[in-house]
């Protein structure tokens, strides 16, 4: 029925246009052409001049109007180091183009309304002027290279690469359809190395994790930077060309598959700054959701955003992530609780390379952990621990262990008895025993022996590193010590331990 | 051809210039007179420019209803749509509550074809090879083009073209979706977009065949330009349209085998495992061999055609503007010979601006630094082309004719359009305005509004020239007014947006909290542009009922104006002049000169001992 019932309006507004169309003609003609024309040629001239004087007015009072939303403008200013200077060029920019676009719009539509044809009127042959047209050219050739120098000098800092003693926060954004995957360097300062053919469901980046650079890199859902720090953001393409846009620090590079872009800022306000800031202003102050007086006001959720601004598909429009930026400290404590993402979703999984290995940075925590119960246990000096307390002085070594079945250490073993050895030289009085505990399976009395063998081996590998035999006890204490049960799998291998006990300090 | 017959036709020639009927009686129609090779495969050119114009429509209301389409779906994202779905069947998702909404491939399908279609088909073909086919020969004052034959060809691969196209839309997997630059990856694997599977192939087939068609027009329009001219039609006596015409033949000549060689390579890419564009891709779950390629070498082939082919846009409408401007004020163009100087700076610095569409795509940055050079000194005859434009007005004698305004309309446009380029070409203020709504509204605006409006003061002032009538003023002038206060009603808050940062190809802008400010500012621009399409099928309508109905032209030369295409028949004739050709005495802008009788003197009006004695007047 709507459908009909515009159709059939839009055909009556035809009809209408038609028969006004026609009766103009007939007027004409029974007025006499000449008269119609010069009286509509009037209209049409006093309607330019309308038109421009409209035009300029309302372009001058909407932009007055809009100004709290535009660039450099109300609260928009930026937020990076180098957003100043662009938006600064901008102004500059539209102070010449805003005159030009006044006098020339003025002298257009002026001049065809003082020109209009009229009664009796005529036109003055006026083909050229030279020193007329020099002087325009001229005026444009003058302002642009002026524009010309201004934009280059900014372009040329701004797109800058890093030099090398520069203090510098490298990050890394990498565009799939559809989202932005981030990854920060961890404690190293160094991203890892990647490669788009290990990319898998749990590798979206490709990480290579046996580069050891990677073993501290995280993932975070959000952009968090310290305030007033450089940052040199790595941008990356993993399907189709995307495009790295932070609007509110005037960054936007596009990503490119097979092709490294960069590009480096400093933001200069924190995202609590910039609420600080929008909250000044009238249409801030409104709640969210205007139906729910409970929503947060507008200002109050503000956040940076990070967007996409090159076409990369159907969900183009959706690629958000939240941007914030905080001080130092608040940064700082972000960072302590980032975790890595291998040692958190890829470390002994099968998609591990170094599955099975000990590596560098477990080495060093295994050794942190070890000196950390020393540390504990020998301060805890004289007084009997309480009934139910853990039992201080005996400390388990994880990570000495046996290959299957027999009593030959596994090379990895040699670092934790390695850290041992130097805590023994730590504590130079101290004597220990070293206990071989075994899980249930099997005979008693082979697994008496075995772990009785292992005990032994622990022992001479110590001595081998220099500490004295006589610090050192070996004993045997097969299936008879269980801390776990023997029924699972995980029980067993709990059961299955070497540990030592302190007994004299 | 023997001894005597060669000196015969060198006295010819010098007498007459170049001409293949050197005998005094008119063709006529006669020889081509049945309905297929008079209106179908026509070699005549005036027919060939109104088969272009006719397509070029077709494909106008094509590309702007699409545009309509996903306007609404910026403007009123929330509201149903479910009434399109007769129209648009699967690309409609109505859900339980019965609300209709448009699926986001569609949405960027509409976006692509949008802008393939405006800029291809309806503002290079429809725009240049309508005006090129009807003024060349008329103009020059030659019978024909060059060679009529390759003339029905370029229109013909221009419809093979429209049709590979028009049948992408209907396509399962859709047309393609990939934006109308057609950037790789995206364009390339079927695997990231469902439009760049077979709506790419036919994409790509499609555009291929048009720049056959393209090159088939632009060799036809230099060579008859350059050899076909009249007796006395010297270069400097040429109209501005046809110094436009040649230029803009001569850029797409240059530039579209480059596209084509783009676009080869992209086929090579999707379909023969090579890898020009793609390298280290990962994609739909797995790892593609491709290695070594760079998307952005495709940008470059791209763009080495892409600007200039807006100038391939822009100039026949400057051409056409300047004619029109000169005619109606009843004064010489100011600064002919800047004009012409103008335009061959234009074309020839097209050529070296191409990358300032790729300030931000990765290239080296210190590349960029040429570029900007480069694209702001083309600010410089820009200008001066808008000075003199407005300087023909001052002491003119003004017509406001439709052709008239929408020539004045179009001064407005390229100079609001024109300045924000200003601020684009530069490279440092590109890092944020870049692929936001300020572009969008910058190149709406200067080649988009402004080459429409340029195309409508031809087709209003060259109506009787292709068809014997006059086009309803009256409907003109109501199509001028909506169409210049709505244009500026749509582009002008665009630039707004883009200032905000606002993207561009945005499905909705809701997902981010700084684009989302601007929901009402959105709704108006979509009803701006409902009310302005309907300006435009009011245009439609008063060109189909003029061609039948309009007003009868009744003297040669109903405009008083110089050109030659005004001492032709009014009814149009096979050869275009019966008898000998005009020749030609003075240049086409002997407008209101001091002791004439009348405003004008046509340019085969052989001068006066006095006027001969001063000298010719140019620019």
Redesign the interface.
């Known amino acids: 029925m709507t459908a009909l019932i515009i159709i059939l309006s839009i055909a009556l507004l035809v009809i209408v246009i038609l028969q006004i169309s026609k009766l103009t003609e007939l007027y004409s003609r029974i007025r006499g052409e000449e008269e119609v024309e010069l009286r509509s040629n009037r209209n049409q001239g006093r309607a330019l001049l309308l038109f421009m004087i409209g035009f300029l007015i309302l372009v001058v009072v909407y932009t007055y109007w809009m100004k709290n939303y535009l660039l450099g403008y109300g609260p928009h200013k930026s937020a990076s180091a180098h957003g100043g200077t662009l938006d600064g060029l901008f102004n500059v920019t539209l102070f010449f183009t805003g005159i030009v676009f006044v006098v020339t719009h003025i002298a257009l539509f002026y001049l065809a309304y003082r020109y209009k044809k009229v009664k009796g009127s005529k036109a003055t042959h006026w083909s050229h002027n030279n020193t007329l047209e020099i002087v325009w050219s001229a005026i444009p050739a003058v302002v642009m290279t002026y524009l010309v120098i201004k934009g280059l000098l900014a372009w040329n800092t701004v797109m800058a690469d890093i030099k090398p003693d520069d203090s510098v926060l490298e990050i890394e954004a990498t565009g799939y359809q559809f989202a932005w995957h981030l990854r920060y360097p961890g404690a190293d300062g160094v991203l890892g190395a990647r490669d788009y053919k290990k990319v898998t469901a749990d590798n979206p980046l490709g990480q290579d994790w046996t580069d050891p650079k990677n073993f501290d890199d995280f993932h975070p859902d959000e952009l968090w930077l310290p305030v007033n720090k450089k940052v040199r953001v790595r941008i990356i393409a993993r399907d189709v060309l995307h495009s790295f846009f932070l609007p509110h620090f005037r960054v936007k590079m596009d990503a490119v598959p097979g092709l490294p872009t960069y590009f480096v800022f400093t933001p200069t306000k924190t995202t609590e700054e910039y609420r600080e800031e929008l909250s000044k202003y009238p249409e801030y102050n409104v709640h969210k959701d205007p139906n729910d007086p409970t929503s947060p006001l507008l200002w109050e959720d503000f956040n940076y955003e990070l967007a996409c601004a090159e076409l990369c598909g159907k969900s183009h429009y959706s690629m958000r992530r939240i941007v914030r930026i905080v001080s130092e400290d608040e940064y700082n404590a972000w960072l302590s609780k980032q975790q890595s993402y291998y040692q958190n979703s890829i470390r002994n999984k099968d998609s591990d390379p170094n599955k099975g290995k000990l590596l560098g940075f477990e080495i060093k925590q295994n050794r942190d952990a070890l000196n950390f119960s020393f540390d504990k246990a020998m301060v805890d000096t004289g007084i009997p621990p309480a009934a139910g307390a853990p039992d201080l002085k005996t400390i388990r070594l994880d990570f000495v262990q046996f290959e299957p079945g027999g009593s030959v250490l596994t090379s990895d073993s040699k670092y934790q008895l390695a850290d041992l050895s130097e805590i023994m030289k730590k504590y130079p009085t101290m004597r220990i025993e070293l206990g071989g505990h075994t899980d249930s399976t099997g005979d008693p009395v082979v697994n008496k022996n075995l772990s009785q063998q292992r005990a032994d081996v622990v022992k001479a590998y110590l001595i081998t590193l220099g500490v004295n035999t006589s610090r050192l006890t070996a004993v045997g204490y097969g299936q008879t010590k269980p801390i776990d049960t023997n029924d699972t799998d995980a029980g067993r291998q709990k059961n299955r331990r070497t540990e030592l006990r302190i007994i004299a300090q | 051809m023997s001894e005597s017959q060669h000196d015969e036709t060198d006295v010819l020639i010098r007498e007459q210039g170049y001409d293949d009927h050197f005998h005094d009686h008119p063709h006529g129609d006669k020889y081509q007179s049945n309905f297929i090779t008079h209106y179908i495969f026509s070699q005549d050119h005036k027919i060939i420019a109104r088969q272009f114009l006719i397509t070029g429509i077709f494909w106008a209301i094509v590309g702007a209803s699409m545009s309509i389409i996903f306007r609404l779906q910026l403007g009123f994202p929330d509201d149903s749509v479910a009434?399109l779905k007769p129209l648009l069947g699967k690309w409609i998702t109505v859900n339980d509550a019965g609300i209709g909404s448009l699926n986001?491939?569609f949405y960027?399908a509409l976006v692509t074809m949008h802008g393939t279609i405006i800029v291809f088909f309806v503002l290079t073909a429809g725009l240049s090879g309508t005006f090129a086919n009807l003024l060349i020969p008329f103009q020059v004052g030659a019978r024909d083009m060059a060679s009529p034959f390759l003339n029905m060809l370029s229109y013909w691969f221009f419809f093979l073209a429209s049709v590979v196209m028009f049948i992408s839309l209907f396509l399962n997997t859709g047309p393609f979706?990939?934006?109308w630059t057609a950037?790789?990856?995206?364009s390339a694997?079927p695997e990231?977009?469902s439009g760049s599977g077979a709506g790419m192939t036919m994409w790509l087939v499609s555009l291929t065949l048009f720049v056959v068609s393209v090159l088939l027009g632009g060799i036809n329009y230099v060579t008859t330009v350059l050899n076909l001219r009249t007796k006395g039609m010297s270069l400097w006596r040429m109209p501005l349209t046809v110094w436009a015409l040649l230029v803009t033949a001569i850029l797409g000549i240059l530039s579209f085998p480059v596209l084509v060689s783009g676009f080869f390579l992209l086929m090579f890419d999707r379909g023969m495992g090579t890898s020009f564009y793609?390298?280290?891709?990962?994609?739909n779950g797995h790892?593609l061999e491709n290695?070594?390629?760079?998307?952005?070498l495709y940008q470059h082939l791209f763009w080495f055609l892409g600007h200039p082919e807006v100038y391939i846009i822009i100039l026949p409408a400057m051409g056409l503007v300047s004619e029109v401007m000169s005619v109606h004020?009843?004064?010489?163009i100011?600064?002919?010979?800047?004009m012409v100087y103008s335009i061959l700076a234009i074309g020839f610095l097209s050529f070296l601006v191409w990358a300032h569409h790729m300030f931000?795509?990765?290239v080296n940055?210190?590349i960029?630094?040429f570029f900007?050079?480069f694209t702001?000194?083309i600010?410089?005859p820009s200008?001066?082309k808008?000075?003199?434009?407005?300087?023909t007005?001052?002491?003119?004698?003004?017509?406001?004719t439709s052709a008239m305004?929408f020539a004045?309309g179009f001064?407005?446009m390229f100079?609001?359009g024109g300045?924000?380029g200003?601020?684009l070409g530069?490279?440092?203020?590109d890092?944020?305005l870049?692929?936001?709504y300020f572009i969008v509204a910058h190149f709406h605006i200067v080649m988009g509004i402004a080459a429409f409006f340029g195309m409508f003061a031809g087709v209003y002032h060259w109506f009787p020239r292709m068809y014997g009538r006059f086009m309803?003023?009256?409907?003109g002038?109501?199509h001028f007014?909506i169409t210049?206060?709505g244009a500026?009603a749509i582009f002008?808050?665009m630039h707004?947006m883009g200032?905000?940062?606002v993207?561009r190809?945005?499905?909705?802008?809701d997902?981010?909290?700084?684009?989302s400010?601007?929901h009402g500012l959105n709704q108006f621009i979509t009803i701006a542009a409902i009310i302005v399409f309907?300006a435009q099928l009011?245009f439609v309508?008063?060109f189909f009922?003029s061609i039948w109905k309009g007003?009868k032209m009744t003297t040669q030369n109903p405009w008083g104006a110089n050109t030659l295409e005004w001492t032709a028949p009014i009814q149009p004739i096979h050869g275009n002049w019966p008898g000998k050709l005009p020749t030609v005495h003075r240049w086409a802008?002997?407008?209101?000169?001091?002791g004439a009788d009348k405003?004008f003197i046509q340019q085969h009006m052989p001068m006066t001992e006095k006027e001969k004695a001063e000298g010719e007047?140019?620019?």
């Open positions: 009434w986001p491939d960027y979706s990939g934006g950037y790789p990856p995206l694997l990231a977009s793609l390298s280290e891709i990962f994609v790892a290695v070594g390629g760079s998307p952005i004020s009843r004064k010489p100011f600064g002919y010979k800047a931000m795509s990765g940055p210190f960029s630094n900007v050079i702001l000194i600010a410089v200008a001066v808008v000075f003199n434009w407005i300087s007005l001052y002491k003119g004698n003004i017509r406001f305004l004045i001064v407005s100079i609001s300045l924000t200003v601020f530069n490279s440092a203020l890092i944020q870049h692929d936001t309803n003023e009256t409907m002038r109501i007014w210049m206060v500026y002008w808050p707004y200032m905000a940062g993207p190809r945005y499905y909705r802008f997902t981010f909290d700084a684009f400010h601007f309907g009011l309508f008063n009922y007003k802008y002997d407008y209101s000169k001091e405003d007047d140019h620019g």
